[in-house]
């Protein structure tokens, strides 16, 4: 069984640069959720994406998008970069069924904006 | 809105000691509750969880049971090696606000001492 991956590792980009991330997710699984984990902080929840449409956002403006792949892969765009943009990105993968709670993470992607 | 709130960092132990990070939630629905552990430059890995009312969950000599009276969800282990060192992520998920998305506590970084 294949985990979660995320690609790529670590990423540095400019001030009002877009950057794109990507996000495989665990086999069998069908949701996927994104995570932004600044340093020293606990993750804050971006928004998750199930049956490749959007299924509920935290409190990140537009310029933070998704999309998820017929094959479940899933990625994060974030247009206009700012220097608060650095942090752990983590994506998370699930089965949206009504017996299931976990959520597995992947290794996630370390953004710095310079 | 649903919040967790995590004892104060970072915890400072010898090995073979007893160990306790106090966690307590917000929630207005039924939350699952989820201990998470973080080591050094990696992601998330689920640790242990309760979906309900004084369930306990339990993991590689790691326990937490699911008080809603006090609505706590505190991690304890008997005998801590210096391989629990990590921080350690309290959260709690409630499927009914749409999206299944995790709520985290601000962390405990727990070092342990040989």
């Known amino acids: 069984e294949t985990g979660v991956t995320q690609s790529p590792t670590h990423l540095i980009k400019t001030r009002g640069q877009q950057v794109t991330l990507r996000c495989s997710s665990q086999?069998?699984?069908?949701?996927v959720s994104w995570y932004q984990q600044a340093l020293g902080q606990g993750p804050q929840f971006i928004f998750q994406?199930?049956?490749?449409?959007?299924?509920g956002r935290g409190n990140f403006p537009p310029r933070f998008s998704g999309l998820q792949f017929p094959n479940y892969s899933s990625e994060l765009n974030v247009n206009a970069l700012e220097l608060d943009d650095s942090a752990l990105y983590l994506c998370?993968?699930?089965?949206?069924?009504?017996?299931?709670?976990?959520?597995?993470f992947g290794p996630g992607t370390r953004l710095t904006v310079t | 809105g649903d919040s967790v709130t995590q004892m104060e960092g970072p915890v400072t132990l010898s090995e073979e000691a007893f160990l306790t990070i106090n966690c307590t939630y917000t929630?207005?629905?039924?939350?699952?509750l989820f201990w998470y552990v973080q080591y050094p430059g990696e992601g998330l890995q689920l640790l242990l969880k309760?979906?309900?009312?004084?369930d306990k969950g339990s993991n590689k000599g790691f326990e937490a049971t699911y008080r809603k009276e006090t609505t706590s969800f505190h991690l304890e282990k008997g005998s801590v090696q210096v391989s629990d060192s990590a921080v350690y992520f309290c959260?709690?998920?409630?499927?009914?606000?749409?999206?299944?998305?995790?709520?985290f506590g601000q962390g405990t970084r727990l070092t342990i001492n040989p």
């Open positions: 998370a993968s699930s089965l949206t069924s009504a017996y299931s709670y976990e959520q597995y």
């Open positions: 086999s069998g699984h069908n949701t």
């Open positions: 994406y199930y049956r490749e449409e959007e299924n």
């Open positions: 929630a207005t629905g039924y939350p699952s």
């Open positions: 309760a979906t309900k009312a004084d």
């Open positions: 959260a709690l998920s409630d499927r009914r606000q749409g999206a299944q998305k995790l709520v």
